[in-house]
Nanobody
């Protein structure tokens, strides 16, 4: 299993970024995918999840209305569109898939920094 994130960077408050996570090594179309983030000194936080067909999405309250998770099952890729970014969104963002109750896989993470 391999998850490779991209798209992070430095953006001003109010700006936008689109994260991508390219997945391989498992049957992508069968699994829910998630984005997590971890800010310095804080625990890793679930940001958004999307069902295997893309029809079911969930978000942490702090990003509702600003972030959109989506997936392209033909490309084995999951996305996180982040709009109206705030300094408190600064974190390392991780892609995740849970194949079984005890088997989680993570990407290497991509840094998002929101600062003027």
């Amino acid at each position: 299993v391999q998850l490779v994130e991209s798209g992070g960077g430095l953006v001003q408050p109010g700006g936008s970024l689109r994260l991508s996570c390219a997945a391989s090594g498992f049957t992508f179309t069968r699994y829910r995918m998630s984005w997590y983030r971890q800010a310095p000194g804080q625990e890793r936080e679930l940001v958004a999840t999307i069902g295997s067909t893309g029809g079911s999405t969930n978000y942490v309250d702090s990003v509702k209305g600003r972030f959109t998770i989506s997936r392209d099952n033909a490309k084995n890729t999951v996305y996180l569109q982040m709009n109206s970014l705030r300094p408190e969104d600064t974190a390392v963002y991780y892609c995740n898939v849970r194949l079984t109750f005890s088997l989680d896989y993570w990407g290497q993470g991509t840094q998002v920094t929101v600062s003027s």
